[in-house]
């Protein structure tokens, strides 16, 4: 487990799922594993080994290094499978925001030409009639 630097004994991403085998890369500050109920075929998870359940509540330190993993695994994940063009990034804080683990994670989700019929709108459509414009 990564529970040195972690702190919260009832949180799932602090104890109950990281297993030193299914962390993907990682960082003096943050790790990556493969999401458990995955959007598409190679979705991940990039997670701070500090227990805090906010993006407003990151360092510096923690932001960057989240940004490096995140253009590591884009780079990686794009080479594996040549059908990837284009990703979702995605940050849900708070409930009212869809946050079910309170541990800060941020999903980066591989897109595909074709995986939906029109992705127009992106992100927008955690509000599915905003999403189109």
Request: glycine letters at 8%; hydrophobic letters at 35%.
């Amino acid at each position: 487990m990564i529970s040195n630097t972690l702190q919260n004994n009832d949180c799932i991403f602090c104890h109950t799922l990281i297993e030193q085998k299914n962390i993907v890369l990682i960082n003096n500050y943050c790790f990556v594993i493969y999401d458990g109920f995955p959007v598409s075929e190679g979705h991940c998870l990039i997670i701070p080994k500090r227990h805090f359940g906010s993006f407003f509540e990151a360092t510096k330190k923690e932001l960057n290094s989240i940004h490096d993993l995140l253009k590591i695994m884009q780079r990686t994940l794009s080479a594996e499978d040549r059908d990837i063009d284009g990703f979702n990034i995605g940050v849900n804080s708070g409930q009212s925001a869809g946050q079910t683990v309170m541990h800060l994670h941020v999903h980066l989700i591989p897109r595909r030409t074709g995986d939906i019929e029109n992705p127009k709108g992106g992100v927008r459509g955690v509000i599915p009639a905003k999403m189109k414009y």
